[in-house]
């Protein structure tokens, strides 16, 4: 049977989770309904609690969004640095941090990293099975977007530009899609990051912007892309070229005239390249090669324990607030009480009444769960826009299957415990309480 | 539907006696009366004819059915196939309409026997899509004779329907609660204070203390 699972195309084993989950409130809705009409007496008693009917329904939405959201977001964001990251196959730096490196290089955060020296870097570029060598300086910023020094190869293999023309001197610029300057502005670049930025640093030097690159849903959208040589220039710096080659921009590098880059990223001939470099670039203590896949695979399984005890925790607070408003509901329909006895009286069988408190009950359930299900997704799309606000990283803000066959659960769960719920009352509810 | 009492005692769950070894018959499409001073037990003994408190000794019949011998679900099965109960206080659904009301056993009668819209018509209740309780006292009774009503039932259980209704009403409403019961050969029992009402019984029951009167 295990087998037969594990052969199933993913989309047909998430739809029968799906169905399979929907199926106990199917069954208890079409048990409890079959052969009488218990739902106009619980629209009834609905609109008789309509105020407190909502406020349960509206506790239940606010507990199934969270829930929900939380495990929506985590999924997104796993997307959305996968995404990112796609472009940079390998990652070749100073020895350090594997993280470190993949965030300053890929994702572009500021970080203490060391620097490749020329002698590696002439080696990485001339690797037998490297198709792209392009080297990442970081350092300076404008208006919050990080400036990265690099070739026009790699902004090619980033997909080219939108608008605009690639730089043709180490003076001029391209910015990311949302980088906050247009084409043809001029600026001077700021010396290190946010807060601790020296504006004033590099006040002599005045780039030139010339283009845009396109969109790649990764904090490159919000980075500003000089020739590394511009970077090396601004810090009064060689610019990686012999005094007779003072003009060229981009490969091949000298390697005595080298200042230092923070990662060269490394595009290989295939997926045996890239582990072939991998290899001879991890062999000893100067570099450290990292394929920034591996390294959130790596992070995604400590985040995937976390994960697994954050569902446990939503189940967990989602089953307390199912009792907790089933409680509560208990205590509301006493105040059925009475109806239900003089239901009984009228020869009403229990299955009816039954139905009648558990039509009542579901109603509030299910009235929370679309409550829920909408809270999440507006949650869902705010948290997206804000994390994509900060880190640059666009996440997909849509539901999955983990999450329709978490509210799928809720929902049978719910109803199967309100129908027990639903039962108890109905056989408390005696005629001889219509005497007291 | 014929009514069969024998040696019917009845207490409380406390253990107190309210109606004491009572033995009487009522033979179908007859009128009877119960009647006596508060606390003698009279709704006790119509709660009992229903099924709705266990007889605690003795038997009831109705027909060839002996209530002692049906289970709690069984009981409310034979109520809903064979028996009309005008309770004291109403017992409405407030939040649902007068004419929802009348016809609520409808929602779970299977057979769907009910006869509610006539009955409506009979009684003259009003059957604008109103709350019942915003209907007055006398309203209220009327709605609550015609769901006593509305299932067709063999026998008609009603305790003090004449209460809330002014004279006029009074006649009106038992002239249209005999015509549907008595009138067509069904059996009615009558817990009443009411002259008026008593009046019109084939016969009367006194209860004092729990107990027939001789």
Redesign the interface.
């Known amino acids: 049977m295990t087998q037969i699972w594990s052969f199933l195309p993913v989309l047909v084993r998430d739809l029968t989770l799906l169905i399979l989950l929907l199926l106990p409130a199917l069954a208890i809705t079409t048990q409890l309904l079959r ?4 739902l ?2 619980s629209a ?2 609905l ?2 609690q309509a105020g407190t009917v909502l406020g349960f329904a509206i506790l239940i939405g606010v507990s199934l969004a969270i829930g929900v959201s939380l495990i929506a977001q985590e999924r997104s964001l796993r997307i959305g640095a996968a995404k990112a990251a796609e472009k940079f196959e390998l990652v070749i730096g100073a020895p350090g941090s594997e993280t470190n490196l993949m965030f300053s290089s890929v994702f572009l955060q500021p970080n203490a990293i060391g620097l490749l020296n020329g002698e590696v870097f002439s080696e990485v570029s001339n690797h037998e099975r490297a198709k792209i060598v392009a080297p990442i300086a970081l350092g300076d910023s404008h208006q919050g977007a990080t400036i990265v020094g690099t070739t026009a190869g790699f902004v090619i293999h980033l997909g080219g530009l939108s608008e605009g023309q690639m730089w043709s001197n180490s003076l001029q610029a391209i910015a990311g899609a949302d980088a906050p300057i247009d084409i043809g502005a001029r600026f001077a670049p700021a010396h290190g990051h946010g807060t601790d930025a020296n504006e004033n640093a590099h006040e002599d030097v005045l780039l030139e912007l010339t283009g845009r690159l396109v969109r790649t849903n990764s904090p490159w959208d919000r980075a500003i892309l000089v020739p590394v040589e511009s970077v090396w220039e601004t810090h009064g710096l060689a610019n990686g070229h012999a005094p007779e080659r003072q003009g060229q921009l981009g490969p091949p590098f000298d390697a005595e005239f080298f200042p230092g880059v923070s990662a060269a990223i490394v595009i290989a001939d295939g997926l045996s390249g890239t582990y072939q470099i991998q290899s001879d670039f991890s062999v000893d203590k100067r570099t450290m090669a990292i394929l920034p896949g591996a390294v959130l695979g790596g992070l995604y399984r400590i985040l995937g324990d976390v994960r697994g005890v954050a569902s446990l925790l939503t189940w967990f607070s989602l089953g307390l607030v199912a009792i907790a408003v089933l409680a509560g509901l208990a205590i509301l329909t006493r105040l059925f009480t ?2 239900l006895a ?9 299955r ?1 009444i039954t139905a009648t408190v558990w039509g009542f009950s579901a109603a509030v359930l299910l009235l929370g769960t679309i409550i829920g299900v909408f809270g999440a997704l507006l949650s869902v799309i705010g948290l997206s826009a804000l994390i994509s606000g900060h880190t640059g990283i666009s996440l997909p803000a849509r539901f999955g299957w983990t999450e329709l066959h978490l509210i799928s659960g809720f929902l049978s769960l719910s109803f199967a415990v309100a129908w027990l719920f639903s039962n108890r009352m109905a056989e408390t509810a005696r ?2 309480l ?2 007291s | 539907m014929k009514l069969s009492v024998e040696n019917l005692s009845v207490d409380t769950p406390d253990g107190s006696r309210i109606v004491r070894d009572i033995s009487f018959d009522v033979d179908t499409g007859e009128a009877i009366g119960i009647t006596g001073p508060s606390g003698a037990g009279k709704s006790t003994l119509l709660f009992a004819l229903a099924g709705l408190t266990p007889a605690t000794a003795g038997s009831i019949s109705w027909n060839v059915t002996s209530l002692g011998d049906l289970s709690e679900a069984e009981r409310a099965a034979f109520r809903q196939e064979h028996l009309g109960i005008v309770f004291q206080d109403h017992l409405l659904f407030d939040e649902l309409s007068p004419i929802q009301n009348a016809d609520i056993t409808s929602l779970f009668d299977t057979q769907n026997r009910h006869t509610a819209v006539g009955t409506l018509a009979a009684l003259d209740i009003p059957t604008r899509r109103i709350r019942s309780s915003q209907l007055s006292g006398g309203e209220r009774q009327r709605v609550a004779i015609a769901r006593a009503l509305a299932g067709t039932p063999r026998a008609v259980l009603a305790d003090e329907p004449s209460a809330s209704l002014d004279h006029e009403n009074r006649s009106k409403v038992m002239d249209a609660l005999f015509a549907q019961t008595t009138g067509i050969g069904k059996t009615l029992i009558i817990v009443s204070h009411d002259p008026q009402v008593l009046y019109r019984m084939d016969r009367i029951l006194t209860l004092q203390a729990g107990a027939l009167a001789q």
Request: hydrophobic share 45%; no cysteine; charged share 25%.
């Open positions: 052969g009488h009409k218990p106009k007496l009834a008693l609109r008789a009475r109806h003089v239901l009984r009286a009228l020869g009403a069988p229990i009816f005629p001889e219509l005497r």
